[in-house]
């Protein structure tokens, strides 16, 4: 079955460390995506990839880095410099930039 | 701000009865439209989209109505059971080169047993 895996499902981090969320799709998808979803909230877009080795910053960039180093795969990493990292975290792709998204399960970070 | 938004954060319906979500945008240059259902501790899943060349589209059990005059979208869901129940969001997006999809924040839907 093509999809997109998000893993782990449940993360927990200490304060003042990085650590990185796997994003993975065999949907031979051009274009990736990350969401941050708070409580109560809207989905707000961190960063986004059109095609491999390219992405941008979305509205809420600060304190996260991704890589598109493979057109399967788009990894987040949430740094120390991340304020208020704990969220859940969506990551989907879409055929184009111009197409519906499919979503990931999604992975829920908490700092400890 | 151009933004997407919905104008009430919850609606609760009988089973049985039908749903209507109802959702405003402000982009006047948007041209394609998505509904969204996010059940709980999920990632949202695609219900029915529609460009803005059409008014309507049904798909099974959903209707997406789309008035560009007043800039409001609304979903329709028949038959309402309690597998609906989640949370609905529009999206829009200007088909243009670098755009990408704007989300409202988001209606509960509660169906009582």
């Known amino acids: 079955d093509g999809g997109i895996t998000q893993s782990p499902k449940y993360l927990f981090r200490k304060e003042g460390q990085n650590v990185t969320l796997s994003c993975e799709q065999n949907?031979?998808?051009?274009?990736m995506y990350w969401y941050r979803q708070d409580p109560g909230q809207g989905l707000r877009l961190i960063y986004y990839?059109?095609?491999?080795?390219?992405?941008q910053k979305g509205d809420i960039a600060e304190g996260y880095s991704v890589s598109r180093e493979k057109k399967e795969s788009f990894p987040l990493t949430v740094t120390s410099a991340q304020k208020n990292p704990t969220a859940f975290y969506l990551c989907?792709?879409?055929?184009?930039?111009?197409?519906?998204?499919?979503f990931g399960s999604g992975t829920r970070l908490t700092v400890v | 701000g151009e933004s997407v938004g919905l104008h009430l954060p919850t609606l609760s319906v009988q089973e049985g009865d039908n749903s209507i979500i109802n959702c405003a945008y402000s982009?006047?240059?948007?041209?394609?439209f998505i509904w969204y259902k996010q059940e709980s501790g999920k990632g949202p899943q695609f219900i029915i989209d529609?460009?803005?060349?059409?008014d309507k589209r049904q798909g099974q059990r959903v209707t997406v109505l789309l008035n560009k005059t007043v800039k409001h979208l609304s979903l329709q869901i028949a038959a309402t059971q309690p597998g609906d129940s989640a949370v609905y969001f529009c999206?829009?997006?200007?088909?243009?080169?670098?755009?990408?999809?704007?989300f409202g924040k988001g209606i509960t839907l509660s169906v009582r047993p």
């Open positions: 989907a792709s879409s055929i184009s930039i111009t197409y519906g998204y499919t």
């Open positions: 949907l031979n998808h051009d274009a």
């Open positions: 990839s059109q095609i491999v080795n390219d992405f």
């Open positions: 982009n006047s240059a948007s041209d394609y």
């Open positions: 529609i460009r803005s060349n059409m």
């Open positions: 999206a829009e997006i200007y088909t243009g080169a670098n755009s990408k999809l704007t």
